[in-house]
């Protein structure tokens, strides 16, 4: 299954921005700043990617619900495939 590229334009951005953070957090520590404010951007760079990733899974069930298999069989949805990506952001 390929996923749809709008949404993927837009995880694309989310993580280009995260990139750009976490480049940030590794100049805060070279310049030593505040523990507090480098703990304060690291979150926020792992909050960027976690929604990425739950967007990119949020992308494939909806296709996984939607589009019909290759064979034009209904769509169907691997409850355990699923929960597995679930959990590995967690």
Known sequence: ME????????VV?????????LAAVVRMID?????????TQLSAVSRALDRAGFAIIASGM???????????????????KLEK??????
């Open 3 to 10: 996923l749809d590229r709008t949404d993927m334009d837009k």
């Open 13 to 21: 951005n989310r993580l280009k921005r995260a990139q750009g953070q």
């Open 31 to 39: 310049e030593g700043r505040d523990c507090e404010d480098v703990v």
């Open 62 to 80: 909806r296709q996984c619900l939607t589009e019909p298999s290759e064979d034009g069989a209904d769509p169907t949805l691997d409850v355990a």
């Open 85 to 90: 990506l679930f959990l590995s952001l967690a």
